[in-house]
């Protein structure tokens, strides 16, 4: 059924951008909006922001704010997260994820039901 898939994590140095992509199938791409999620291990699943359905409305977490963009691609299937001036903080494990149904979004990581693999984000110093 649905599947997501996440890419363009990877090591980078501190300051420097990274342009995540999360390509979906299975769904009617835009009907649903996509949430962005990362994790350390040790520590709860955070939320990073979400864009809407529409894509005229986007959420941010506190950790994204200023720094982080989200944008979609509707004919593409495709929810990208630029992320600029990255810092050391901001390594973790990045999901992308949809929730049950089409025109919500949600803050939490329970407000959603499918789940990218993850990739992985590493910035040093």
């Known amino acids: 059924q649905v599947q997501l898939v996440e890419s363009g994590g990877g090591l980078v140095q501190a300051g420097d951008s990274l342009r995540l992509s999360c390509l979906a199938s299975?769904?009617?791409?835009?009907?649903?909006?996509m949430g962005w999620f990362r994790q350390v291990p040790g520590r709860e699943r955070e939320f990073v922001g979400a864009i809407s359905w529409t894509g005229e409305i986007t959420y941010y977490g506190h950790s994204a704010k200023d720094r982080f963009t989200f944008f979609r691609d509707n004919a593409k299937n495709t929810v990208y997260l630029q992320m600029n001036n990255l810092q050391p903080d901001d390594t973790a494990v990045y999901y992308c994820?949809?929730?049950?149904?089409?025109?919500?979004?949600?803050?939490?990581?329970?407000?959603?039901?499918?789940w990218g693999q993850g990739t992985q984000v590493t910035v040093s110093s």
């Open positions: 994820a949809i929730p049950p149904g089409p025109r919500s979004v949600g803050y939490t990581w329970p407000d959603y039901d499918v």
């Open positions: 299975g769904r009617n791409f835009s009907s649903y909006a």
